[in-house]
C-alpha cells in the first residue's frame, strides 16, 4: 500500500478525510472488544492528538499576533482536507477556523475546488457552526475568486491545504499586498521559509526551527 510511507508521514497541521478517522476508531473498538486496552489506548491517541494538532495551530496565530486577532483579516489558502479534491469532511481547515472565527477574526478563504456552500455545510454538518451558534458568521467568513484576492489587506496566511498553486504565487506581490507585519503559518510545510523570511514575511511552519528574530514571541 503506498500510503504506508513517508507519503503519510508529514509533519502538518493534521489529517482529515472521513476514512482515515473512521478506520482508526473502527480499531480502537476491535482492540477493545478483545480486552486490548492499552492498544486500544494507544490508537485512540492518534484521533486525541491529530485534534490537538488544529487547535495548537490556530493557538500558534493567536499567540504570534500579539495575542489578539479581533477585527484582523486572516487569509486562508485550502479548504479541502488535501490538494486535488474537492472533498471537505473532517477538514483540518474547517477545525482551525472555527478556532480563529471565536477569536473574532475576519476570514477570506480561497480554494480551488471547494464551494461557499460546502464549506459552510461542513461547518454546520461535523461542527455545528451555523448561524444560529454563531451569529453573523456569514459576514466574518468571504470566498475569494483567486489567492490574490484572499491575501489583499490581511495580517496573515494560514496555508491549510497543500495545493500545487500555492508553492508558485508571486509572494512578493503578495507580500506589497499584505498589511504589516505580514506572517505566513504554513500548514503543510511546502513553502520556501527562508526566501519568505528574506522578503520580509514573518514565518511559522509546523516543526521547523525558530529563527533568532523569532524567538520570545
Known amino acids: 500500500d503506498p500510503r504506508i510511507g513517508n507519503k503519510f508521514l508529514k509533519a502538518s497541521v493534521g489529517y482529515g478525510g472521513s476514512c482515515f478517522q473512521k478506520d482508526i476508531l473502527n480499531l480502537v473498538y476491535i482492540c477493545d472488544t478483545f480486552g486490548l486496552k492499552e492498544v486500544s489506548e494507544y490508537w485512540h491517541q492518534v484521533v486525541l492528538m491529530n485534534d490537538h494538532q488544529k487547535h495548537r495551530f490556530a493557538n500558534k496565530i493567536v499567540r504570534t499576533m500579539f495575542n489578539t486577532i479581533t477585527g484582523k483579516k486572516l487569509a486562508i489558502l485550502g479548504f479541502a482536507f488535501k490538494k486535488d479534491t474537492g472533498d471537505t469532511r473532517e477538514s483540518a481547515a474547517a477545525y482551525v477556523m472555527k478556532d480563529l472565527l471565536e477569536e473574532s477574526a475576519r ?41 490574490m484576492d484572499s491575501v489583499k489587506g490581511a495580517h496573515a496566511i494560514a496555508l491549510l491545504t497543500e495545493w500545487d498553486e500555492f508553492k508558485t504565487l508571486d509572494f512578493r506581490a503578495v507580500y506589497a499586498a499584505m498589511s504589516k507585519p505580514a506572517f505566513i503559518f504554513d500548514g503543510r510545510n511546502i513553502l520556501p521559509h527562508d526566501e519568505l523570511r528574506e522578503i520580509g514575511f514573518e514565518v511559522y511552519a509546523i516543526g521547523k526551527p525558530m529563527t533568532s528574530s523569532m524567538i520570545g514571541k
Do not use: C, K
Open 107 to 147: 476570514l477570506s478563504v480561497y480554494d480551488p475546488q471547494v464551494t461557499r456552500e460546502q464549506m459552510f455545510m461542513e461547518f454546520d454538518y461535523t461542527l455545528g457552526v451555523n448561524n444560529t451558534s454563531m451569529p453573523g458568521l456569514d459576514h466574518m467568513i468571504e470566498t475569494a475568486p483567486t489567492a
